[in-house]
């Protein structure tokens, strides 16, 4: 269960304060999948980095089945994201200096006591699931942009993550493509239970979720189950609309990490 409690988040420069989330305050089940919808600026990736602990809000209290992530400390957090969260990010966030496979790897690098063997070994089988076991030695910037969303959404699947949140995980890939992934996240969704949390702009995808939370400026304006009428509408203005690594780990290996951990938030 994921639950935000009075939520706010700023971001400070020389000249002004942008509030980018204004009271947010909803919960959502476990299994359950959510889109979250809205224009450009309203919050959504915000909203989704605060929810996966990558970034801190200002106040408010966010809960992850009763762990209040606000309250957590950098390293506490970093186990909790690799032992329980996947991230699809908006623009990837692949490593440059790591191949596909590699890239795959980095939560279980991350996380655990497996050796490089057993990593490649799963990395590699998610991999086969989305279609790109062809290119696991190229690096990111050898890569098409469908094909980094491909790699950055199997690296999202290999620790098994109870919540997956994924920006916009569909936006640089074809019909064909688009269907494969969706019908990934709708598998672990619907058939293990993960809880799905997918920031669209595209009304097919925001359709096969469970329910839809639109933001604008920063507030959530509406939270609709599918199939039904809008609850709590609110009126819209007549305007256009990762943790220690093992001692037993390889010189590789502690490379690997040291490179994740550079980039990770
Ligand atoms: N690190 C930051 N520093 C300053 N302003 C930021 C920062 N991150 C986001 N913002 C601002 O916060 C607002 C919301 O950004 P956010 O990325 O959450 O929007 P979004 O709804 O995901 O938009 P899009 O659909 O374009 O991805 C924007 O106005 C953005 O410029
Ligand atoms: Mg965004």
Do not use: W
């Not at 655990?112 to 990593?119: A, C, V, W």
């Not at 809008?230 to 007549?238: A, L, T, Y």
């Amino acid at each position: 269960m994921l639950e935000f409690k009075n939520v706010f988040k700023s971001f400070h420069n020389e000249e002004e304060t942008i509030d980018v989330l204004k009271n947010i305050s909803f919960r959502m089940e476990t299994g359950e999948f959510v889109a979250i919808i809205g224009p450009s600026g309203s919050g959504k990736s915000t909203l989704l980095g605060v929810a996966a602990g990558l970034d801190k809000p200002d106040t408010g209290i966010i809960s992850l089945d009763g762990i209040d992530l606000t309250k957590q400390n950098e390293s506490k957090l970093a186990d909790i994201r690799a032992d329980q969260i996947g991230f699809i990010f908006q623009n990837f966030q692949l490593l440059p200096g790591l191949n596909a496979i590699e890239n795959v790897g980095i939560p279980l690098y991350l996380k655990s006591s497996l050796s490089e063997k057993e990593i490649l070994s799963k990395a590699e089988k998610i991999l086969e699931s989305v279609a790109m076991s062809h290119r696991a030695t190229h690096f990111p910037k050898q890569l098409s942009g469908g094909e980094e969303q491909r790699i950055a959404i199997a690296r999202s699947f290999v620790n098994d993550p109870k919540i997956i949140f994924a920006d916009e995980p569909t936006a640089n890939l074809d019909y064909k493509n688009s269907k494969t992934i969706l019908d990934l996240l709708l598998y672990r969704n619907k058939k293990q239970g993960t809880t799905l949390v997918v920031v669209t702009h595209d009304p097919e995808v925001a359709k096969l979720a469970d329910r839809v939370l639109e933001m604008k400026d920063g507030e959530i304006i509406s939270d609709s189950k599918n199939g039904s009428k809008p609850q709590n509408r609110k009126s819209i203005p007549k305007v256009k609309v990762s943790p220690p690594i093992s001692s037993k780990s390889s010189t590789k290996q502690r490379k690997t990490t040291k490179q994740a951990k550079k980039v990770s938030r």
